[in-house]
């Protein structure tokens, strides 16, 4: 099977560089389309709260959220435009996996491509594993790309 939708999946963290590199050579050797996901996870937001008194603004987080992911989208779709026959983009809120895995459905991606951090042991039982769960329950082929970051040490 060669791939004609690539699906490339960021938190835009260090991790996920590598895997960038990887989506964006296998989206030219291919010539396939990369569609660039991020998903603000919603487990990680909590609930409004408050600090000193004042009211906090989830929807002006998310706002901010938002600016920031669309400027870094720009920014890839700027370094490969030239490279590549097409570059989609989208963000959304929900949980990583979760989302990842009905995106990939909808868009009938036949390649996706994410980092993992490489959590261990309490880590991993805490924070679970997006990537392992992308490849549990993903209906097409999933690469994982093992980041070549040192990760932090685990407490």
């Not at 010539?31 to 002006?60: C, K, M, T, W």
């Amino acid at each position: 099977m060669v791939p004609k939708k690539i699906l490339f999946c960021t938190d835009f963290s260090g991790n996920s560089l590598l895997a960038r590199n990887y989506a964006v050579d296998f989206a030219k050797a291919f010539d396939a389309s990369l569609h660039i996901l991020h998903v603000v996870n919603s487990s990680r937001l909590g609930y409004p709260a408050f600090e000193a008194g004042v009211p906090f603004d989830l929807q002006s987080v998310l706002l901010n959220i938002e600016e920031s992911v669309q400027a870094a989208f720009e920014e890839i779709k700027s370094e490969y435009k030239d490279q590549l026959k097409e570059i989609t983009t989208t963000s959304r809120v929900g949980v990583p996996a979760a989302e990842i895995t009905r995106f990939a459905e909808e868009n009938a991606i036949d390649l996706i491509v994410m980092g993992t951090h490489g959590w261990t042991g309490f880590r991993l039982l805490i924070l679970g594993s997006t990537a392992e769960n992308v490849v549990r329950t993903a209906k097409c082929p999933v690469l994982t790309v093992k980041s070549s970051q040192p990760d932090d040490k685990e407490s």
